[in-house]
Structure formats: structure tokens, C-alpha cells
């Protein structure tokens, strides 16, 4: 009984138990061995047993439909200590994943129907294994979020690459590389050029969204006035057809920032590229950057037509389109300016009108400096 | 005659192949196609060429795998010095390469291209260096 004993002292279902607690436990326990591969239960099933591993590993699998196909996606490994099945104690006792042994696993089994009378009559152990149980609930929950924004980005990848090539093959074509076009040709795939761009900005922009993540930026302690010189001449020539004026206005010993170039890059094309959609020809952009004591602020400036008060707490949300359907767009350009910006421990948010005037709007983000 | 210079693509999309054909044949370019890494190798290898054009995401070794497989190990020594230019559908792709080269890795690629891409802009790129590598 020692290997069931010490297992279930470490289990995270078990945690806070008494001796006496885990000695009525016990008796419910055995010991169990699967091989490598082994299927232990399947999602969909009733859940009849409960599993504690001793050692080895166990992947926590979901199906996942996508289109016509069938996607299997790992949500957990779970070793020594970690539960497996706790839908045996919660209604309709159906599992909601399965599970997989990733090498030679020890396991304790329990039986649910057992575990759920003993838990009747001791409504102590009852209260305190529910509360280990929401806790595990929860943990899974969360490595099932990271599993899915995971899983989207790939597949939004799937959408991605066909979808450039096809864009490339017609840049081929419209650049005359296979041989000349009439006009009516060109038209054609022309107009069917700009649809795909379309599309592949919307699938580009989900993509980012997925992986805004600190985990998924490659960080460097970098320059930000740089940063804000290269978006700045990027964004020149749509600012200058629309015939407004860019200003800039930096503090030139600004601290580095340990930061994704790109992507900060990123967050100020898609702030730039609002305010010269919202700015009336005649109007000025402009860019503001100064050292604060722990961060760098950044302000992006216009002199367009503002935001709605009512609009602006929604600005920052995924697909928020605005309520003015003549500006279309995903309505993602923000939420990944905000992700990325709080992925690097900052903050961003907006004013309108601009702080000492009628009009405009302002937004600021915030960045931490790189330590010294 | 003057030699024909040699470009090798590395990509599991065919449409790509024909993209890279067209562009490279209207020059005195002759194009060798992979389909995977390790017919890449392979053909870097046999052919010798004096481009590669890389896709990053591929079935089995992806780009960077044989990125750093050319630039580093001994077997392709001889061929560490061939221009690499990758075809990117991530903007962050490059950025990850340089913090793997600053870990202390030879592997970077020449130069970066972002799917889709134009035809002039592929044949400029690949032009400018395959002429660093004349010089």
C-alpha cells in the first residue's frame, strides 16, 4: 500500500486532506500499469473510473472539427500527482477529453461510484475535494485557451500560404511574365488581385492576434526612436497623398526598450494608419515620444475627427468595427496594437478629443525601459 | 558560353515553384526545384548552386532547420557560402532568426522575403545577391 499511499498524498485532488481523510480514501485505490500508447479513456465516454499517476506521463487530448477533418490537440501532460477523469464527479459524468499514455505510467484507479458514496457520507472530504477539483478545472481550462489560440494561428497559416502563392502567381500574370494581357485581362486580375489582398490582410491580422503573446515575440533591447523613424517614413507617402502633414517630436536620448521591433513596429503603423484614415485633408499627424521615470511614453496625434465618448471603452476589443460602417476594416488593427503593447508589460489607451482641444484624438502607449 | 547560374528552390508549394521558374527563365537563369528539405540538401549537394530560395514552413525540416544545417554543419561546408534567401509567411521569421544567430549560431539567411511577393522584387533580391557573390 506505500506506492498508493504516497501517491495520493501528493495528488492535487487529495491536497489539504487529513490522514484520517486520505485513510477512508484508501481502500478505494488500485494499482495500475499501462504500456506506451495506451489509451486509458475516450472522450465522449461515461466516466466510470478516476486516475491518479505515479509516474510517467499522460497527454490530456481533445477533438477538435475542423471543416470536414478531425484534429486531435494536446491541452495537458499529466504526471506524478496530477488527476485524470475528474468528470466522475461532476453531472452527466461524461468525459470531456481523452487520454493518452506518453510512456510506461503507474497509475491509481478509483472507482467514480465508490469515490461519489464516500463523499455523500463525508461531506467534509466532499467540500475540500471540490475545491482542489475547481482548481485543476480551471488550470486545464486555461492550457485549453492557450491550446486553441495555438491551434487557430496554425491553421489561419493553412489559409495563408495558398493563398500568397495565388497572390504571387498573379503578380506574375500582371507583371507580364506570362506573356501580355489585354486590358479586359488585366481588369479581371487586377480586381481579383485586390480581393485577395483583402482577405490576406484579414487572415494576417488573426494571426496576429493569436500570436501576440510574450511568448511568442523574439525580444531584444532595442531603439524605439527608430522604431518610430522607420514607421514614420512607412506611413509618409499615404499621409502626404491625403495631403496631410506628419510632425514628429522625440527626445533624442530616449532609453532603449527591451521590445520586438516589428511588432512595435506594428502598433505604431496601425495607430499612424488610423489617424490618416480619421484625418481630414489640411490636418497634422503627429508622433511624440519622451522618457518618463520607469517607462517611455509614445503618443500618436491627430487633428481628425475624434471618437464618440460611447465608443471609446470598445476601441480596443477584437472585430470592434466602429460605428461608422463607411470605414471598414477587420477591426483587429487595435486589439493587436493592445496586445502587443501589454505583452511587453505596457499600456495603451486612447482620449478624444485631444487633451487641450475640441477635436482629435490621442493615443499613448507605455513601455518599460531595458534594465541598464 | 558563359556559365548559367544555377538557382535552387526549396518549397512544398508548387505553385511557388512555377512562380520562381517564370521569373528566373525569362534571364539566363536555369531553376532546380526541391519539394522538401532533404531533397534541398540533396540537391545543394549535386547541383551546387548559386542561389537557394527557401520556404520556411514545410513538411519535415522546415527552412530553418536547413538553414542551419547548411551553414553549420561540416558535410555542406563547401556550400556554407551560398546566398540563402528565405520566403516568409511570418513577419516575426526574421526577427527569430537574428536572436538565434546572437545565441551564439551561424545559421542567418541573406535575405528575407515576405509571401506574397511581387516578381520584381524577388528578382531584384536575388539579383543583388548573386552579385555580392560574384565579387
New interface residues.
Given amino acids: 500500500m506505500d506506492f498508493v499511499e504516497g501517491i495520493s498524498r501528493m495528488s492535487d485532488l487529495f491536497g489539504g486532506l487529513s490522514d484520517d481523510d486520505i485513510s477512508k480514501l484508501l481502500p478505494l485505490c488500485r494499482e495500475k500499469v499501462y504500456q506506451t500508447g495506451t489509451v486509458i479513456f475516450s472522450e465522449g465516454d461515461p466516466c466510470h473510473t478516476m486516475y491518479i499517476v505515479g509516474s510517467g506521463k499522460v497527454a490530456v487530448e481533445i477533438k477538435l472539427h475542423i471543416g470536414r477533418t478531425e484534429e486531435t490537440a494536446t491541452i495537458d501532460t499529466i504526471t506524478r500527482g496530477g488527476c485524470l477523469c475528474c468528470s466522475g464527479l461532476i453531472d452527466p459524468y461524461i468525459l470531456t477529453a481523452t487520454g493518452r499514455t506518453l510512456e510506461r505510467t503507474e497509475a491509481i484507479t478509483l472507482d467514480v461510484a465508490e469515490v461519489r458514496g464516500l463523499l455523500e457520507e463525508n461531506c467534509e472530504i466532499g467540500y475540500k475535494m471540490m475545491g482542489n477539483l475547481a482548481k485543476v478545472v480551471s488550470s486545464r481550462f486555461q492550457n485549453a485557451r492557450e491550446t486553441l489560440s495555438h491551434v487557430l494561428s496554425l491553421i489561419f ?1 493553412d489559409f ?10 498573379n ?2 500574370i500582371l ?1 507580364g ?2 506573356g501580355e494581357l489585354n486590358e479586359e485581362q488585366r481588369d479581371m486580375f487586377q480586381s481579383s488581385s485586390k480581393r485577395i489582398s483583402t482577405l ?1 490582410n484579414l487572415v494576417t491580422n488573426v ?1 496576429d492576434v493569436t ?1 501576440a503573446s510574450a511568448k ?3 525580444m ?1 533591447t532595442i531603439s524605439l526612436e527608430q522604431v518610430i523613424m522607420d514607421s514614420i517614413e512607412l506611413m509618409q507617402p499615404l499621409a502626404k497623398e491625403k495631403g496631410l502633414q506628419m510632425k514628429t517630436e522625440l527626445n533624442h536620448s530616449l532609453s532603449p526598450v527591451y521590445g ?4 512595435l513596429k ?1 502598433v505604431l503603423i496601425n495607430l499612424l494608419s488610423n489617424a490618416i484614415k480619421f484625418t481630414p485633408s489640411g490636418g497634422i499627424v503627429a508622433v511624440k515620444a519622451k522618457d518618463a521615470t520607469d517607462d517611455i511614453q509614445v503618443e500618436v496625434v491627430d487633428t481628425g475627427r475624434g471618437i464618440p465618448a460611447e465608443e471609446l471603452p470598445k476601441i480596443f476589443d477584437d472585430f470592434y468595427r466602429g460605428l461608422d460602417l463607411d470605414e471598414r476594416g477587420a477591426g483587429l488593427g487595435l486589439s493587436i496594437a493592445k496586445r502587443i503593447i501589454e505583452a511587453h508589460q505596457g499600456k495603451i489607451w486612447a482620449v478624444s478629443p485631444c487633451p487641450g482641444s475640441d477635436k482629435g484624438s490621442q493615443f499613448v502607449f507605455t513601455l518599460p525601459k531595458a534594465e541598464r | 558560353m558563359e556559365k548559367q547560374v544555377k538557382i535552387l528552390a526549396i518549397d512544398d508549394d508548387p505553385n511557388i515553384h512555377t512562380v520562381v521558374k517564370k521569373i528566373f527563365e525569362s534571364k539566363p537563369y536555369e531553376v532546380i526545384s526541391a519539394f522538401d528539405g532533404d531533397e534541398g540538401l540533396q540537391k545543394v549537394v549535386e547541383e551546387k548552386p548559386d542561389l537557394i530560395i527557401l520556404d520556411v514552413i514545410m513538411p519535415g525540416k522546415s527552412g530553418f532547420d536547413v538553414c542551419r544545417e547548411l551553414k553549420t554543419h561540416h558535410k555542406y561546408h563547401r556550400f556554407s557560402e551560398i546566398p540563402v534567401l528565405m520566403l516568409t509567411v511570418y513577419p516575426d521569421d526574421r526577427e527569430k532568426m537574428h536572436l538565434s544567430m546572437r545565441e551564439g549560431m551561424t545559421m542567418e539567411a541573406e535575405e528575407y522575403l515576405h509571401k506574397p511577393f511581387g516578381p520584381d522584387e524577388l528578382l531584384k533580391m536575388a539579383e543583388r545577391l548573386l552579385g555580392k557573390r560574384e565579387i
Fill in positions: 497559416h495563408k500560404a495558398p493563398l500568397a502563392a495565388v497572390d504571387s502567381v503578380r506574375l507583371g511574365y506570362v490576406l494571426i500570436r511568442d515575440l523574439a531584444s520586438a521591433q516589428d511588432r506594428q
